[in-house]
Structures are given as structure tokens and as C-alpha cells.
């Protein structure tokens, strides 16, 4: 463990703190990314918690067990513990959300050419339903960050019933400044929803002064938390309106507060507040993995691992810069737009068969992106990551010509 006052501790020692495959060069921890052994061995705690007594954790404890979970993950990321629901995944709760919306024929969704093509498809389905509008404004590149607000903000109509976009964009890496966006589209009255799904634990939060209507984000990527936590944050004048995914006994807990039929005694069930009631009981599944993500917070705060993402920034950019120097193409973004998760540019036409070769032939993880005709190698450096591993990806694009 890292001491308080000691030097940071090395990328191969805490890679052992990790399950990942031996001999791996895994440079791919933004797409799933990778449970530490501690946090592991909690989400399994959790999983033989409710196993000893199903019917009382399910029903009786683990309503209290989620809150105490919630408002350790509201202080993480800024926010009230009221204002935010668990949900399995970031895809989930945009889901809920365009659910929610009551959409009109003609109503338009404001978006970017860049969004995750799960979410891109969701607000594609959503509008094919009601009627609406899904207009994608392009953003450009390489990225002018100064341009990006101005850009949404002069596509808006009378009919804009919603902005979407990342804070970290997938496919391009890029940091987009929401916070701008929030605000400029607050004063003009339009509600806006975040994907920020790559957020948690890769970007400082503060949900509460973002102001963003709805936020999504993923605790299983930077957080390092098992897969299937996540979380959507709700301000309180929407949360009356929104629509679960499924209708469960929260929408008769009023019925069943006044003696109505049904079950006793499953009072984790029904939830006491109007995003519980709403999103929480989904039927019988498993919820050690929202439990578990106390311990990756302390798992993260016991490693220093704010200093450590620091550190792996400047290594990313350090590798973008090697590889474009020898590829001669440009950065696509300014520094201050870019993270730990750099998108590298490279020469190829076929970017499905050079992750192929790269993972099958070189023992490489690492995604492979396209966006508007160029191929991106999107490197994810983590505190785990060794420079011999870094080295064997800056080999493998050299052999490659690309």
C-alpha cells in the first residue's frame, strides 16, 4: 500500500493488485475496465451476504445496504444521495431517461456526431417512436473546444426538447467542457442530459455545480468497480416524472403503505424516496456489485490514485506525442481536452484488422477507433500500466507502418 508521505508506488507492483491475465499488454481499461483484488474479493462478500439469507437481505436489508452505498458514491462525485438512483450500466439510464420524455411529432434531440453508439441509438429509437427529431451536429476536428458551445447552442430551435453529449467521448477520447454547455443551455431553457460514462474516476465531478438535468456515469471503468454498477443522477424537479426501464412495487407503494394487498415484510422493495420508488426494485437480481463500490473508493483513496492519474496523463501524452512523431500526423485536440485516455492518430484504412492484428498477433488490448475517415488507437494508461508495456504498443505501430 502507498504510504502518505512516500513515493508513488510502482505500475508493476500495482499491477499485481489486479486479476488481469499474466502477460497481457492491456492498454484497453476504458471500455470494461479491471476490479482490483480487494474490491473483488467485497463484491463476492456481498454476493455470500445474500446467499446466507436471500429474503432478508433481498427484502429487508439491502434497501439500507444501497443507501449507505449511495451516499458514499454522492460524495465522490458531488452530489445529493437523494438525487441519484443505481442503475447496471450508463446505457441504462439514458434509457430512462428518453423514456421519460414526453416527446412530441417534431420535437427535436440535439446531439453530436460523436456520441456512443448505444446512446446514439437509444435517442434514434426514442424519436423513430414519438415522432421527434434526432439532429446530430457535427463537431470537428481537430477539436476547438471554444467552438463546441457556440456550435450546439446556434443549432437550437423552438422545438429543441433536449441537448445530449459526452463529457469524455469514446470513439475520439475527447474531454467536451459540459459545464459550459449546462450552463448556456440553462439560460436558454433547455434541459440537458451527460453521458458520462467515462467520468467517474477519470475527471474530477461535481454533479451538483454541473447542473446537467440528467447525468449518467459508469463505476465499473475508472472507478474500478465491479461491472454492473453505475449510477443516474436526477435533479429534484425531474424525478417525479421519470419512468423506470420496469414496472415494479414501487408504483404501488402507496397502496401497500395503506394496507393494501400483497407482500409484508419486503419493505427494501417499495424505497421511501421518488428515484427509489422509481428505479431501485427492478425484480430479483443481484446487487452486490453497486455494495462493492465503497471499497473501490477506498481502494483508490488508500492508493493515492488522484496522483497516480496525474502521472498516467502526462505518460499518455508523452506516448501520443512518440508515435505522432514518428507517424507525422497531428494531434486531434489540444492537450487540456485529452486525459489518462489518449486517442492517437494513426495511418490505416482498416482499423478493425489492425486491433485484430495487434491483440492476436502481438498481444495487444487496445481499441482501435474511426471517426469521420480517421483511425484512432485509444490508449488507456492506468496506474497499472509498466512502460515495457507502453514500448511493446510503440514497436508494434512501427512494425505495422502505421
Not at 434514434?124 to 451536429?137: F, I, M, P
Not at 420508488?277 to 492508493?303: K, Y
Request: charged fraction near 20%; hydrophobic fraction near 45%.
Amino acid at each position: 500500500m502507498s504510504s502518505d508521505t512516500g513515493l508513488l508506488e510502482d505500475p508493476a507492483a500495482l499491477r499485481a493488485q489486479f486479476l488481469l491475465e499474466p502477460g497481457l499488454v492491456f492498454l484497453n481499461h476504458g471500455s470494461f475496465g479491471a476490479c482490483p483484488r480487494p474490491v473483488f474479493e467485497a463484491w463476492q462478500h456481498w454476493q455470500r451476504e445474500m446467499e446466507r439469507n436471500p429474503v432478508a437481505f433481498l427484502g429487508r436489508r439491502s434497501g439500507a445496504l444501497l443507501l449507505a452505498a449511495r451516499g458514499r458514491l454522492a460524495g465522490f462525485v458531488g452530489a445529493a444521495t437523494d438525487d441519484l438512483a443505481w442503475v447496471p450500466n450508463a446505457t441504462t439510464g439514458v434509457n430512462i431517461v428518453a423514456r421519460s420524455l414526453a416527446l412530441a411529432p417534431g420535437d427535436e434531440i440535439l446531439t453530436t456526431d460523436q456520441e456512443y453508439g448505444a446512446c446514439d441509438a437509444t435517442w434514434a429509437a426514442a424519436c423513430r417512436d414519438t415522432g421527434a427529431v434526432l439532429r446530430r451536429v457535427p463537431v470537428p476536428l481537430p477539436f476547438e473546444p471554444e467552438a463546441f458551445v457556440p456550435r450546439l447552442m446556434a443549432a437550437l430551435t423552438p422545438r429543441t426538447r433536449l441537448i445530449f453529449t459526452s463529457h469524455v467521448v469514446s470513439t475520439t477520447a475527447l474531454v467536451f467542457p459540459v459545464a459550459e454547455l449546462c450552463r448556456a443551455a440553462r439560460a436558454a431553457g433547455v434541459p440537458t442530459m451527460i453521458d458520462g460514462a467515462h467520468a467517474p474516476g477519470l475527471l474530477d465531478l461535481d454533479l451538483a455545480a454541473l447542473a446537467a438535468d440528467w447525468t449518467t456515469g459508469n463505476c465499473h471503468k475508472w472507478l474500478c468497480a465491479p461491472k454492473g454498477s453505475a449510477f443516474l443522477h436526477v435533479r429534484p424537479e425531474h424525478q417525479a416524472a421519470l419512468r423506470g426501464g420496469i414496472v415494479s412495487w414501487g408504483a404501488v407503494a402507496d397502496e401497500l403503505a395503506a394496507g393494501g394487498g400483497g407482500h409484508t415484510g419486503f419493505e427494501a422493495y417499495v424505497g421511501t424516496t421518488p428515484l427509489e420508488r422509481r428505479l431501485q426494485w427492478q425484480g430479483t437480481r443481484d446487487l452486490s456489485a453497486c455494495l462493492a463500490v465503497p471499497a473501490a473508493l477506498d481502494f483508490l483513496a488508500a492508493h493515492r490514485w488522484s496522483e497516480h492519474r496525474a502521472r498516467c496523463r502526462a505518460r499518455a501524452l508523452a506516448l501520443q506525442h512518440e508515435v505522432l512523431a514518428r507517424n507525422g500526423l497531428a494531434p486531434i485536440a489540444p492537450e487540456a481536452c485529452l486525459t489518462q485516455m489518449v486517442p492517437i492518430p494513426v495511418r490505416t484504412h482498416d482499423a478493425e484488422g489492425l486491433r485484430r492484428w495487434l491483440c492476436e498477433s502481438r498481444g495487444i488490448e487496445v481499441p482501435v477507433t474511426q471517426h469521420a475517415g480517421q483511425a484512432f488507437v485509444r490508449v488507456s494508461v492506468q496506474a497499472y500500466t509498466t512502460e515495457a508495456e507502453l514500448a511493446a504498443l510503440v514497436a508494434a505501430l512501427a512494425e505495422a507502418g502505421v
